[in-house]
């Protein structure tokens, strides 16, 4: 039987990647933390694998950051904490949340108020570590995302969360495009404030204009899908588009 991996195919289903992260579970049941030469070494005397073939294997769960030399967890591990666990199912619903948004929802809802904004910072801090979430900027503020998701949809989600972007948006799915100066009216909102928005939405690529001066506004074309798909999923889940 040929053991020879190439690399190219090697996904975390593959069974001998399945097999070198039992042996990196059972090293770290017993050490609590992880050491990639004691990995090796163990799995080169238990595998029927080739040493090229051993390396490649363990350079894509590194790569992955699946596996982190010196570390007390795996990938999977990392989430058996439920504290953890619970941030993470947080920015998984709740794309583009803020830290100051998880911080209010996270700490606030736990029933026996454990958990400080120090303890939030270094689980969020373990989550990217591991790439079960990015961060990204937006503006002045940092968003966290589930590390597979589009950038597109954290930054289009964050945006949406505001009531008057969303009913600028919503505004601009009934019609193609509007004069600026007709939308404030139309949404029954103060005028500064929707303008302000209308720029920071075009700054972001989420509207755009014909002209200049900004006088007629709509979505821009290649995102229009993802923001109305983006404005379907938070209609479909939240009970905050009025």
Request: hydrophobic share 35%; net charge positive; charged share 30%.
């Amino acid at each position: 039987m040929n053991y020879e991996i190439i690399e190219p195919s090697l996904t975390l289903e593959h069974p001998t990647v399945q097999n070198v992260l039992d042996i990196a579970q059972s090293i770290l049941d017993e050490n609590k933390v992880l050491n990639i030469s004691t990995l090796y070494n163990i799995a080169k005397r238990e595998l029927k694998i080739s040493r090229k073939g051993l390396l490649q294997v363990i350079r894509f769960l590194i790569n992955k950051n699946v596996l982190i030399d010196g570390s007390k967890y795996t990938k999977d591990s990392v989430l058996s904490n439920s504290y953890r666990k619970k941030i993470y199912l947080f920015i998984e619903t709740n794309l583009g949340a803020h830290f100051s948004l998880i911080r209010k929802e996270i700490l606030s809802s736990e029933e026996d108020k454990i958990g400080s904004s120090g303890q939030l910072l270094w689980h969020l801090k373990m989550l990217l570590k591991f790439d079960c979430i990015k961060k990204i900027k937006v503006g002045n503020y940092s968003i966290f995302i589930p590390y597979d998701l589009d950038e597109e949809i954290g930054i289009i989600s964050f945006h949406l969360k505001d009531k008057i972007n969303r009913d600028i948006i919503r505004l601009l799915e009934q019609k193609e495009k509007i004069l600026q100066s007709e939308i404030y009216k139309v949404i029954n909102e103060n005028r500064g404030k929707v303008y302000y928005r209308i720029s920071n939405l075009i700054e972001n690529g989420i509207l755009t204009s014909e002209d200049k001066d900004n006088k007629y506004i709509s979505l821009t074309p290649d995102r229009k899908y993802k923001v109305l798909q983006t404005l379907d999923y938070i209609r479909e889940n939240f009970n905050c588009i009025e």
